[in-house]
T-cell receptor, first 119, second 112 residues
Framework: GAVVSQHPSRVICKSGTSVKIECRSL??????MFWYRQFPKQSLMLMAT?????????EQGVEKDKFLINHASLTLSTLTVTSAHPEDSSFYIC???????????????FGPGTRLTVT | QKEVEQNSGPLSVPEGAIASLNCTYS??????FFWYRQYSGKSPELIMS????GDKEDGRFTAQLNKASQYVSLLIRDSQPSDSATYLC????????????FGPGTSLSVIP
């Protein structure tokens, strides 16, 4: 299989504090991981692409100084929400890309998500 | 025009029927296509991947790809109430890196 874990699953923090979310690929190496945000009843919104050993690529409108991404190894990427505010409350989901051999495939496997609530 | 489009639904089918989910994409250079299932409050789960024209079957699921029409579909045979979820279509767009573009999702409800 292709298992991706995320930690923590739920976090409540006070406004102004920072929160770190970890994303790990447990049984495969992932040179690329993605970070998404999803608001209730809305689709996934890609925030950034995390590449091992290089800077993350952020989507338009996503503040890179607010959402810090570090892809420290082939199995770990972290997202830090800095100076969190209530509007940052959302469901944050990571995914890791597993390339199935020599095909063109780009199968993403998602972590279980982290529900962030900022009070 | 959105890059990947789906009917938002909700699509309702009776238990045991065939559910048909459709998706169109705008980038002709897209090469890989995926269907994900997402239950409420959970993260997406990969169901099917398809890379070449034609049909691909996996259990009760059949994915169909027509690159000329830029059309991808997912058929669910013998639909079960547990299939009730939002189904996300995704296409890989070639840029400087592979970028997966998700559609808005179609909500499916299987009525017992």
């Amino acid at each position: 299989g292709a298992v991706v874990s995320q930690h923590p699953s739920r976090v409540i923090c006070k406004s102004g504090t920072s929160v770190k979310i970890e994303c790990r690929s447990l049984d495969f190496q992932a040179t690329t991981m993605f970070w998404y945000r999803q608001f209730p009843k809305q689709s996934l919104m890609l925030m950034a692409t995390s590449n091992e050993g290089s800077k993350a690529t952020y989507e338009q409108g996503v503040e890179k100084d607010k959402f810090l991404i570090n892809h420290a190894s082939l199995t770990l990427s972290t997202l830090t929400v800095t100076s969190a505010h209530p509007e940052d409350s959302s469901f944050y989901i990571c995914s890791a890309v597993r390339y199935p051999g020599q095909t063109l495939g780009n199968e993403q496997y998602f972590g279980p998500g982290t529900r962030l609530t900022v009070t | 025009q959105k890059e990947v489009e789906q009917n938002s639904g909700p699509l309702s089918v009776p238990e045991g029927a065939i559910a048909s989910l459709n998706c169109t994409y705008s980038d002709r250079g897209s090469q890989s296509f995926f269907w994900y299932r997402q239950y409420s409050g959970k993260s997406p789960e990969l169901i099917m991947s398809i890379y070449s024209n034609g049909d691909k079957e996996d259990g009760r699921f059949t994915a169909q790809l027509n690159k000329a029409s830029q059309y991808v579909s997912l058929l669910i045979r013998d639909s079960q109430p547990s299939d009730s979820a939002t189904y996300l279509c995704a296409a890989v767009r070639k840029t400087s890196y592979d970028k997966v573009i998700f559609g808005p999702g179609t909500s499916l409800s299987v009525i017992p």
